[in-house]
Structures are given as structure tokens and as C-alpha cells.
């Protein structure tokens, strides 16, 4: 089976600072991938590289097959390549309904290469919502949405544009441990209805309870590549990203 993403080789400076060297990996459809690694080791750096927020300095991006190069992050969100940010930033004025309307108009009517009407558009937001667990809160303001929730709008606003990738950027930073396991079932339902999910994620517990296979980055270098188990036991993890 091809690979739905495809890195190879993608490589970003920053002056003198390496911040990405020679990273490769790939991503079968279907497949849960954490992305685990110390601050500063590069994750962030990959995934605007990957949705189109950085340019690559070296390197090719592909996905379902395409280069992605020249392509904006909204064309890439088009195409199906999909995140949520470390920090929600809803629209503010919008109740939590619109604000997963708008990804709807502009990015889900691409993917299927027509207009949504506006029948079209109400029940997807009602499907969007009731799969983040937001059916109740469709009426609210971000301001009133609790913690949680707020994260869950968060997701729910990138997966209303439709993707077939979604990059869930630290969706659990600051919430309890009952609230992790919330989002981390939530993102394995995602995945069981077909969606391939990379998680970016500090919460040890959450990353191995979510992840089939998972990469780690140090220093901008990939280090370790494979299932879950045997990744934490890599003396180079172990050093570099357990402090051991």
C-alpha cells in the first residue's frame, strides 16, 4: 500500500541553527503515529513544514502521492492534510456551531469539489459536533467552554475540513488525567473511522496509550523509528529523551 504522507529528506535552518536535518518518514493510511521528543528537538518545526506554515529548505513532502511544494497551508488543508494547534484560537465572536461552520464553506466544499448547501452544511456541524462530544455546547461562546472543551472545539474545527490526516498538536496539554483519557478515546475513534492520526504529545501515558508506532526527534534528527515498546527501550531514547 503507498504511503498517504511521504517525507523525505526535509531539512530547515533557521540562520545557523539546524533545526530539521535530513528528516524521513513515512505514513500508511490508517495508521495512529506518535511524535514524541524533548522541547526543542524539532516537532514543531516538521509539522509547519509538513502544513505548510515553513517552507523546507531541503527535502520533498508528499502526500496521497502529490508534492506538496508551492502549496499554502489552506491548499494543503484542501487536499486533506489537516491540524489542530497547541493553542485554541476559536473566533471569539462566533458561537462554537460557526465556528466549525467556516472550515466547512472553505475547505470541505473543495475537498468534494462543489458547494455544500446549506442543509449539507447543518448536518455536518451536527455530525462534527456530536463525535467531539459538543452537541450540548453548539449554542456557546468559546468563552464559556471549559478547558476541555475548548480543546475538543479545537479538533473539531480541523476535523471539519475533512481530512484524510489529522495532526493533533499537544491536544492534551493542561487537562487531568481523566480529561486526557477523554481526548486520547476520542482520537482513537477518529482514527477507527478512517482517519490517520499524528499525535505531537509531552503526556507519556497518552502517547503510549494511543500510539501503534511512534518517532522520536532529538537535536532535529530522527533517532528512533517503530513500535512503542521497543522505541522506549532505544538506549539513544532512553539518554536523550528519559534523562537515563
Given at each position: 500500500?503507498?504511503?498517504?504522507?511521504?517525507?523525505?529528506?526535509?531539512?530547515?535552518?533557521?540562520?545557523?541553527f539546524?533545526?530539521l536535518?535530513?528528516?524521513?518518514?513515512?505514513?500508511?493510511?490508517?495508521?495512529?503515529?506518535?511524535?514524541?521528543?524533548?522541547?526543542?528537538?524539532?516537532?514543531?518545526?516538521l509539522?509547519?513544514?509538513?502544513?505548510?506554515?515553513?517552507?523546507?529548505?531541503?527535502g520533498?513532502?508528499?502526500?496521497?502521492?502529490?508534492?506538496?511544494?508551492?502549496?499554502?497551508?489552506?491548499?494543503?488543508?484542501?487536499?486533506?492534510?489537516?491540524?489542530?494547534?497547541?493553542l485554541?484560537?476559536?473566533?471569539?465572536?462566533?458561537?462554537?456551531?460557526e465556528?466549525?461552520?467556516?472550515?466547512?464553506?472553505?475547505?470541505?466544499?473543495?475537498?468534494?469539489?462543489?458547494?455544500?448547501?446549506?442543509?449539507e452544511?447543518?448536518?455536518?456541524?451536527?455530525?462534527?459536533?456530536?463525535?467531539?462530544?459538543?452537541a450540548?455546547?453548539?449554542?456557546?461562546?468559546?468563552?464559556?467552554?471549559?478547558?476541555?472543551?475548548?480543546?475538543?472545539?479545537?479538533?473539531?474545527?480541523?476535523?471539519?475540513?475533512?481530512p484524510?490526516?489529522?495532526?493533533?498538536?499537544?491536544?492534551?496539554?493542561?487537562?487531568?488525567?481523566?480529561?486526557?483519557?477523554?481526548?486520547?478515546?476520542?482520537?482513537?475513534?477518529?482514527?477507527?473511522?478512517g482517519i490517520?492520526?499524528?499525535?505531537?504529545?509531552?503526556?507519556?501515558?497518552?502517547?503510549?496509550?494511543?500510539?501503534?508506532?511512534?518517532?522520536?526527534?532529538?537535536s532535529?534528527?530522527?533517532?528512533?523509528?517503530?513500535?512503542?515498546?521497543?522505541?522506549?527501550?532505544?538506549?539513544?531514547?532512553e539518554?536523550?529523551?528519559?534523562?537515563?
Open positions: 500500500m503507498a504511503p498517504l504522507l511521504d517525507v523525505d529528506g526535509v531539512g530547515k535552518r533557521f540562520g545557523g539546524i533545526a536535518d535530513a528528516v524521513s518518514l513515512t505514513i500508511a493510511p490508517g495508521e495512529r503515529v506518535g511524535l514524541i521528543g524533548p522541547n526543542g528537538s524539532g516537532k514543531s518545526t509539522v509547519n513544514c509538513l502544513s505548510g506554515t515553513l517552507v523546507n529548505d531541503t520533498t513532502v508528499r502526500f496521497e502521492g502529490r508534492d506538496l511544494a508551492g502549496l499554502t497551508a489552506h491548499q494543503r488543508t484542501r487536499r486533506g492534510l489537516a491540524r489542530s494547534f497547541q485554541p484560537r476559536p473566533f471569539a465572536s462566533m458561537t462554537v456551531a465556528n466549525v461552520r467556516v472550515p466547512l464553506l472553505y475547505a470541505a466544499g473543495s475537498r468534494r469539489g462543489r458547494h455544500l448547501t446549506r442543509a452544511i447543518g448536518e455536518r456541524i451536527a455530525e462534527v459536533l456530536g463525535q467531539m462530544g459538543l450540548d455546547r453548539a449554542d456557546q461562546m468559546p468563552r464559556d467552554l471549559t478547558q476541555v472543551d475548548m480543546r475538543k472545539l479545537e479538533l473539531a474545527r480541523a476535523m471539519a475540513a475533512e484524510s490526516l489529522l495532526i493533533a498538536d499537544e491536544a492534551m496539554a493542561g487537562l487531568s488525567n481523566s480529561e486526557v483519557d477523554d481526548i486520547v478515546a476520542l482520537l482513537i475513534r477518529l482514527n477507527q473511522a490517520t492520526v499524528i499525535l505531537i504529545e509531552h503526556i507519556m501515558k497518552a502517547v503510549m496509550q494511543f500510539s501503534q508506532r511512534l518517532v522520536v526527534l532529538v532535529g534528527k530522527k533517532i528512533a523509528d517503530g513500535p512503542p515498546d521497543e522505541v522506549m527501550r532505544h538506549p539513544e531514547v539518554r536523550a529523551y528519559l534523562g537515563q
